[in-house]
């Protein structure tokens, strides 16, 4: 079995569901952000920084994670 090409497919898979979370979290921060009454405008940008945040903290986690394995 050729074991990098399996650790290359994990990890292309851990960075799709990491993206896939992030995406989420995003749309949800806007959505609530336009809920509360902040602007098209302002909720993308409240979206945005959430994306952003929870992208940096999950790929953070995910390279902790690997350099300790």
Request: hydrophobic share 70%.
């Amino acid at each position: 079995m050729n074991t990098p090409s399996i650790h290359l497919m994990l990890l292309a898979l851990l960075l799709a569901v990491v993206a896939l979370f992030c995406m989420l979290v995003g749309a949800a921060a806007g959505l609530l952000a336009r809920i509360d009454g902040a602007t098209y405008a302002g909720a993308l940008l409240r979206g945005a920084v959430a994306f952003a945040g929870s992208a940096t903290l999950s790929l953070a986690l995910l390279t902790f994670v690997l350099a300790t394995l």
